[in-house]
């Protein structure tokens, strides 16, 4: 199983180019995780679409809301809806 870094690493290997991409993620301390992943995705040649989502600890009601809200929104800038 690979950790999350290594498949940052891996990809950033393979120079993508005109591929869509957000990042998301909960986190218990600063919530640098879904930072540094927006970072490598951009640096991996991603164009990112949507400013990461940060949710602090284990999801409630209102966060799980906000992560179907926020996958809408991706999938209406993939396929180019406003």
């Known amino acids: 199983m690979y950790s999350i870094g290594g498949i ?19 986190y218990g301390w ?12 951009v640096a991996s040649g991603f164009d990112v679409i949507k400013e990461d989502l ?6 409630d009601e209102d966060a799980r809301k906000a992560c179907v809200q ?3 929104e ?3 800038a993939l396929n180019g809806a406003k």
Not at 8 to 26: D, T, V
Not at 31 to 41: N, R, V
Not at 54 to 59: G, I, K
């Open 54 to 59: 940060r949710l602090m600890w284990v999801p």
């Open 30 to 41: 600063s919530g640098d995780a879904p930072k540094q992943i927006h970072e490598h995705l």
């Open 8 to 26: 940052m690493e891996m990809i950033k290997g393979l120079k993508f180019k005109n591929k869509k991409a957000a990042a998301f993620g909960s």
């Open 74 to 76: 991706f999938m209406e």
């Open 70 to 72: 926020y996958g809408k």
